[in-house]
């Protein structure tokens, strides 16, 4: 049972334009969330991340969206680059005050130049 | 300071036999959390240990274990290994277990089951 659904496998975007990848959960005591990007032979790097008590956070070229209501998150990346192009997870940890974070599969990102 | 450092990079086992991965987490942190990755399923947490308790664990078989040293260091062992096993292994370290915003990872170890 996949809690955190990443559903577009892939994206390609052309360099400059908005890259919006986006991430779904089930679980409603999922309290904070967070992006991970990820290039091949190395391990996750820590983007960006969202309590649930907001429905935005902005770090230069990246916002997280998270919509509570419909259990979605989204991750815009703006302009694009070439060095974006990497697999981008999604993950959230739930309330309760212990760390067990559920990623979601990946979407991995081509930025076209 | 040095990152987590994760050993060996890649390795090559069999069906049924056993075998221990390291993490050497960034210094000071005392929380050490282990996922496989495979192409399917993505990154799926295996299980957390912090100040050598374990505090979490992921919907693995009992074959899978793991274990924290004083020194924060922490073992991951498969047992009886499957070839479907075979995937990256990453860990990630962090100062406090809990409500954590971010988590530092290792490069991984690559495990291959022929």
């Known amino acids: 049972d996949q809690q955190v659904k990443q559903n577009s496998p892939s994206l390609s975007v052309q360099e400059g334009r908005i890259s919006i990848l986006n991430c779904d959960y089930t679980?409603?005591?999922?309290?904070?969330f967070l992006w991970y990007k990820k290039y091949p032979a190395e391990g996750p790097t820590f983007l960006i991340s969202i309590s649930s008590i907001k429905d935005k956070n902005e770090d230069g070229r990246f916002t997280v969206f998270l919509n509570k209501s419909a259990k979605h998150l989204s991750l815009h990346i703006v302009p694009s680059q070439p060095g974006d192009s990497a697999v981008y997870f999604c993950?959230?940890?739930?309330?309760?005050?212990?760390?067990?974070?559920?990623f979601g599969t990946g979407t991995k990102l081509q930025v076209i130049p | 300071k040095a990152g987590v450092t994760q050993t060996p990079r890649y390795l090559i086992k069999t069906r049924g036999q056993q075998v221990t991965l390291s993490c050497s987490p960034i210094?000071?942190?005392?929380?050490v959390s282990w996922y496989q990755q495979t192409p399917g399923q993505g990154l799926q947490f295996l299980f957390e240990y912090f100040s050598e308790t374990q505090r979490n664990k992921g919907n693995f078989p009992g074959r899978f274990s793991g274990r924290q040293f004083s020194n924060s260091r922490s073992e991951m062992n498969v047992s009886t290994l499957e070839l479907g096993d075979s995937a990256l292994y990453l860990c990630?370290?962090?100062?406090?277990?809990?409500?954590?915003?971010?988590?530092?990872f290792g490069q991984g170890t690559r495990l291959t089951v022929v």
């Open positions: 993950a959230a940890i739930p309330s309760g005050g212990y760390q067990k974070v559920t």
């Open positions: 210094s000071g942190h005392r929380s």
């Open positions: 679980n409603s005591m999922f309290d904070y």
């Open positions: 990630a370290s962090s100062f406090l277990t809990g409500l954590n915003t971010e988590a530092f």
